[in-house]
């Protein structure tokens, strides 16, 4: 039996008494985890830092996903906090009814059970998808990248020892350590064991799992992310945004990727965007007509188009109106977060109203897709589908739930 099955057993096994523990337990091995990141700072580093130095070759955006610091780890803990803060998502009644011949029906929240997730060199994500699974009341399984492999390990020993410091099955979160694409086939097509499976990274990875899995899958798609600029907007507030959404963290989904200019503003607001971008070191890319004004630009193809960069790299492309906006966005947008820079109410609320996203901004950044800025608490990815959950995928969205149907001797 390969490390796969054996783990999945064993998480299938402890998940049934983690579905009946009390909140206030849940809550203790919460705080006990942040305190015992804060405590263990020091080891986490240098075992990132084995990771970084074995993986020099990656690009700077991934490099960027896999390093660790001591304030990415203070904020870490401090969500953990939070999240001990937050409402428990089980055993909820989501509705009540009761029917003509006295049956009452009760629609309640329930753990999921065993949760896996396959993500890439985000060791980040090892604390996060553990937490929010605990909480939720489901077993973990985690399968990330070879290329964090020694952060992951340290990550889960502390979540391990933890467990056991608070009397509580360790089983309940597991890691595959071993790197074999074979293994992680068998973690998509574990059927009895692995009630969710959530993949979260590149383009390449989702599709090989959607293509691949025969268990139930929550789609965390890529983001490629538009902002069309209209005639009307505030063009300073406008470049403010574009800066922003590309360049506070441009390795994550919900950085911008492609911004859409009107025609009617093009001679004026291109330059002024092109220097702001190119002053945060922006490699950007443009149509003809971006061209035409601006021959330094590189010339975008259609791969570009559909293309995420995850990287301080964008292509600007300008358009008629809002309608050839929503046109391009339609065809090339990955459903993850647009945004609509204007003045004009109207127009806006049609941008609102028509793009088919998981989240559709007026005059905001898409980076404030994110489950802490939406007030959620913690969230394990960003979804863009449209079955179960859409966007951030927080605490209510790891539960399922079931009928309980209380009766006085009713037949039928």
Not at 35 to 43: G, H, R, Y
Not at 247 to 271: G, H, M, Q, W, Y
Request: proline share 3%; net charge negative.
């Amino acid at each position: 039996m390969n490390e796969v099955l054996i783990k999945a057993k064993l998480a299938k096994k402890a998940s049934s008494k983690l579905a009946l523990l009390d909140s206030s337990t849940k809550n203790a091995f919460l705080i006990a985890l942040s305190n015992a990141l804060l405590d263990s700072k020091e080891l986490i580093l240098k075992t990132n830092e084995i990771d970084l130095l074995h993986n020099d070759h990656l690009s700077d955006s991934l490099k960027d996903r896999l390093r660790l610091n001591s304030s990415r780890l203070d904020s870490m803990a401090e969500a953990l906090v939070q999240l001990s803060q937050a409402e428990d998502p089980v055993n909820h009644v989501i509705s009540e009814t009761i029917r003509p011949n006295g049956l009452r029906i009760q629609k309640v929240s329930v753990p999921m059970g065993v949760i896996a997730m396959i993500y890439e060199a985000r060791p980040n994500v090892t604390i996060d998808a553990a937490a929010l699974a605990f909480k939720a009341g489901s077993a973990v399984i985690l399968r990330g990248g070879k290329e964090a492999l020694n952060s992951n390990k340290a990550f889960v020993s502390i979540l391990r020892s933890t467990l056991l410091s608070c009397d509580l099955d360790p089983e309940l979160i597991q890691l595959i350590e071993d790197p074999d694409k074979e293994l992680a086939k068998t973690l998509m097509t574990a059927n009895c064991l692995i009630d969710l499976l959530i993949p979260r990274g590149s383009a390449r990875l989702i599709k090989t799992v959607l293509e691949t899995a025969t268990v139930p899958v929550l789609e965390t798609g890529i983001g490629n992310c538009h902002a069309y600029v209209e005639k009307s907007a505030d063009q300073d507030m406008a470049l403010k945004i574009i800066v922003n959404a590309k360049c506070s963290r441009p390795s994550v989904c919900n950085s911008l990727e492609k911004v859409l200019i009107d025609e009617a503003i093009a001679e004026t607001f291109l330059p002024k965007l092109v220097s702001k971008l190119r002053q945060a070191n922006v490699f950007i890319l443009g149509d003809e007509k971006s061209k035409d004004i601006d021959s330094t630009l590189g010339l975008a193809t259609e791969e570009d188009w559909a293309t995420e960069y995850l990287d301080l790299k964008i292509a600007i492309k300008i358009v008629k109106d809002l309608d050839e906006a929503l046109d391009h966005i339609q065809k090339y947008s990955s459903k993850h977060s647009e945004t609509i820079l204007t003045s004009d109410s109207i127009l806006a609320q049609r941008f609102l109203d028509e793009v088919d996203a998981a989240a559709v901004y007026h005059n905001a950044s898409t980076r404030f897709t994110d489950g802490g800025e939406f007030g959620f608490s913690a969230e394990i990815g960003i979804s863009t589908q449209k079955m179960h959950a859409r966007g951030p995928v927080g605490l209510n969205e790891l539960c399922s739930y079931k009928y309980k149907i209380f009766g006085e001797g009713q037949i039928r």
